[in-house]
């Protein structure tokens, strides 16, 4: 019931494109959704998060939308840039002061 | 962004030695976390730390670990006799309060052989 289900485990787009993660999580205790970007030799920084009370979030190039009922979140990059390559993880929380459940990452690849 | 800063960045050690492993957090941060991450997989949660006590710790963090912030500055990790599977990537997070505040350090690769 932890558990945050993520896929794919690897995605390969082209310059421009849209890559699409998508999450899945079951306990409903998890109030926050942070994305965080880790590039290699780095930490997990964080990218952009939602609330449950809002069913999108969009921050630059990078959009979070969120479906509550279906317990489902997903990550949309517009127009993806070769530095955007990274690993990509969805995460939850119950919030507050409390741990981040991880899901188990994306590795994006943003082709030239 | 606030930084965390963690020392070693890399620690190689023996099967059954003890490493401790360092997190700066900068002056205002009061919650601290450890996460760590095998090769590959997915960052997992070992313990969270305010107000010089453990506020939760996962299954992970058994007696072998055990964490303390004895100078008020200094966030340590520390592991009494390391295993094989305790190779990981180990990062310290640490915020102001609540946990949008909340910011990963870079990590300390730990090789036990």
Same mark, same amino acid.
């Given at each position: 019931?932890?558990?945050?289900?993520?896929?794919p485990?690897?995605?390969?787009?082209?310059?421009?494109?849209?890559?699409?993660?998508?999450?899945?999580?079951?306990?409903?205790?998890?109030?926050?959704?942070?994305?965080?970007?880790?590039?290699?030799?780095?930490?997990?920084?964080?990218?952009i998060?939602?609330?449950?009370?809002?069913?999108?979030?969009?921050?630059?190039?990078?959009?979070?939308?969120?479906?509550?009922?279906?317990?489902?979140?997903s990550?949309?990059?517009?127009?993806?840039?070769?530095?955007?390559?990274?690993?990509y993880?969805?995460?939850?929380?119950?919030?507050?002061?409390?741990?981040?459940?991880?899901?188990?990452?994306?590795?994006?690849?943003?082709?030239? | 962004?606030?930084?965390?800063?963690?020392?070693?960045?890399?620690?190689?050690?023996?099967?059954?030695?003890?490493?401790?492993?360092?997190?700066?957090?900068?002056?205002?941060?009061?919650?601290?976390?450890?996460?760590?991450?095998?090769?590959?997989?997915?960052?997992?949660?070992?313990?969270? #730390?305010?107000?010089?006590?453990? &506020?939760? !710790?996962? /299954?992970?963090?058994d007696?072998? $670990?055990?964490?303390?912030?004895?100078? *008020?500055?200094? #966030?340590?990790?520390?592991?009494? &006799?390391? !295993?094989? /599977?305790?190779?990981?990537?180990? $990062?310290?997070?640490?915020?102001?309060? *609540?946990?949008?505040?909340?910011?990963?350090?870079?990590g300390?690769?730990?090789?036990?052989?």
């Open positions: 019931q932890q558990q945050v289900k993520q896929s485990q690897s995605l390969i787009v082209q310059k421009g494109g849209i890559p699409i993660i998508n999450c899945a999580y079951e306990n409903t205790a998890f109030d926050y959704f942070p994305w965080y970007q880790q590039f290699p030799g780095k930490g997990p920084a964080l990218l998060a939602i609330r449950p009370d809002v069913s999108e979030k969009k921050e630059g190039r990078f959009t979070i939308s969120f479906n509550k009922s279906a317990k489902q979140f990550l949309h990059i517009m127009d993806s840039q070769p530095g955007d390559s990274a690993t993880f969805c995460a939850a929380s119950p919030g507050g002061y409390q741990k981040v459940t991880f899901g188990t990452g994306t590795k994006l690849q943003v082709i030239p | 962004e606030p930084e965390v800063t963690q020392t070693p960045s890399h620690q190689v050690t023996q099967m059954g030695q003890e490493v401790i492993l360092r997190c700066v957090p900068i002056s205002n941060h009061l919650y601290f976390y450890w996460y760590r991450q095998i090769l590959g997989q997915k960052v997992e949660f070992l313990v969270s #730390f305010y107000n010089n006590e453990i &506020s939760e !710790k996962s /299954e992970i963090f007696d072998q $670990f055990s964490v303390e912030r004895p100078d *008020g500055s200094n #966030f340590t990790l520390k592991i009494r &006799s390391t !295993k094989l /599977e305790d190779s990981a990537m180990y $990062f310290c997070a640490a915020g102001t309060g *609540g946990i949008e505040t909340q910011y990963f350090g870079p300390t690769r730990l090789l036990v052989l």
